[in-house]
C-alpha cells in the first residue's frame, strides 16, 4: 500500500467526522433528519473502520469479509439516505410510498447478495438500483424548490446542503458502481484507482453536511 492509497484510505474513513463535529460543538436542531444523519455517520465510521483495518491488517470481523461489510453499508446508506430525504419532501403521499420503496430495495438488494452477485465481489446491481431511487428522489426536491418562493434563499436552507450532498454522492458514482463489479474482475487496477473517485466523493459529501447542519445552528 502506497502513500496515495493511505490517504485516500483515510478520507473515506474520517471524512464523516467534519459534520460530527459541526454537530457537536454548537447546539444544532435536534431535528429528524439531523438525528437520522448522525446516527448514519456513526455507523458509518464503525463499518469503514472495520472494513479497512480488515483490508490493511487482513483480520476478519464478526465473519464477514471486507465485500460483505460494504454491501450492508451500501444497503444502510439507502435506507439512511431515503429517510433523510423524506423529511424534505411533502409527506402526505410521499412517505408511504418511501417506506414500501425501502422495502422493495432492501430485499432486492439480500436476494442479490444471496443468489445473484453474491458477498464475495461488489453488488453493483443492488447500488445501481439504490442509487438511481435516491436520484430521482434529489431530482424530485429540486423541482419542488423552483416551484417555491424559497428558491431565492435556497442556500440558507438545511436541507438544500443535505440534499445536494445525497445527490452529489448518488448520481457521482452511480456509474462507479454500477460498472464495478465488471471492473474488478477485468481490470483490476483500474477499478483500485477509480475508488479514489468515490473517496472525494465522500469527502465532499461530508462538507455539504457540515454547511447543512451550520444552517441548522440556533
Known sequence: MNIYDLIFLNVETYSPLIPL???????SKRSAWAILL????????????????????????FYLNNNMIYIILSALTFCFFALILEQFLPPDK????????????????????????????????S?????LILISYCVYYYK???????????????SFWIVSGIFLYSAGNFFLFTMY??????????ALYSWYINDII??????FFAKGIQCSWK
Open 21 to 27: 463535529i459541526f454537530f457537536f460543538i454548537r447546539r
Open 38 to 61: 448522525i446516527s448514519y455517520l456513526g455507523i458509518y465510521l464503525t463499518l469503514v473502520f472495520l472494513a479497512n483495518l480488515s483490508l490493511v491488517f487482513s483480520i476478519s470481523f
Open 94 to 125: 410521499f412517505r408511504t410510498i418511501n417506506r414500501a420503496v425501502i422495502v422493495i430495495a432492501v430485499l432486492f438488494c439480500m436476494a442479490n447478495a444471496l443468489w445473484w452477485e453474491g458477498t464475495d465481489i461488489y453488488n453493483s446491481h
Open 127 to 131: 447500488a445501481a438500483l439504490t442509487n
Open 144 to 158: 419542488l424548490q423552483l416551484q417555491t418562493l424559497q428558491t431565492f434563499f435556497v442556500e440558507k436552507q438545511p
Open 181 to 190: 463489479n465488471s471492473l474488478t474482475s477485468n481490470y483490476p487496477n483500474f
Open 202 to 207: 465522500i469527502l465532499v459529501m461530508n462538507i
